[in-house]
């Protein structure tokens, strides 16, 4: 649900225009006239907020012989191939053998051993920051600051 709001504004007022007149017609006052703007501006807002906040996920994603990919999708797929599938060795960094870029793993496997276990416990097993402070015994600015570093590291990779 993409959201384009100059048009959907345009639309929205040119609506507004050709009931107010309707409203005029049927004998409605201008304060009465305004108050019914008022309550569909609202709802108008609404549905910009929900389709701004909201994207569709796609039904079925396209196969690999599709010439109709969008260019960011392929661009993404190319650059973060990643498969992801439980490991029944019961290893806790299974993730990082199952990376199929090649520069990906290299950028991980320079990664000290915190690093690595900072971001299995984040990305992978979903602790809160408060829970891996706990964790290595620091505080949870040290963590964010942890985690931003790691953030602004793999930015350079993407």
């Given at each position: ?13 040119a609506?507004q225009q050709r009931?107010?007149?309707?409203y ?10 305004e108050?019914m703007?008022?309550?569909d ?8 907020r ?8 796609p ?17 993404f ?5 990643v498969?992801?599938?439980?490991s ?16 990906l ?8 051993k915190?690093?690595i276990?900072?971001i299995?416990?984040?990305v992978?097993e ?15 600015v040290a963590?964010?600051?942890r ?6 590291y ?5």
């Amino acid at each position: 649900m993409a959201w384009n709001n100059g048009y959907e504004r345009k639309k929205f007022e040119a609506e507004q225009q050709r009931l107010a007149e309707e409203y005029r017609a049927a004998g409605m006052t201008e304060e009465q006239i305004e108050e019914m703007y008022q309550f569909d501006l609202a709802e108008f807002r609404s549905r910009r907020r929900f389709c701004e906040h909201n994207q569709q996920l796609p039904k079925d994603v396209p196969d690999q012989s599709s010439n109709d990919k969008l260019p960011l999708y392929e661009k993404f797929l190319d650059r973060l191939s990643v498969d992801i599938e439980l490991s029944d060795s019961g290893d806790r960094y299974w993730w990082v053998e199952e990376i199929d870029d090649p520069e990906l793993a290299r950028k991980i496997k320079k990664l000290s051993k915190e690093e690595i276990e900072l971001i299995t416990l984040y990305v992978f097993e979903h602790y809160t920051q408060v829970e891996i402070a706990e964790f290595f015994k620091v505080s949870n600015v040290a963590i964010f600051k942890r985690i931003e570093k790691l953030k602004k590291y793999f930015r350079k990779f993407c």
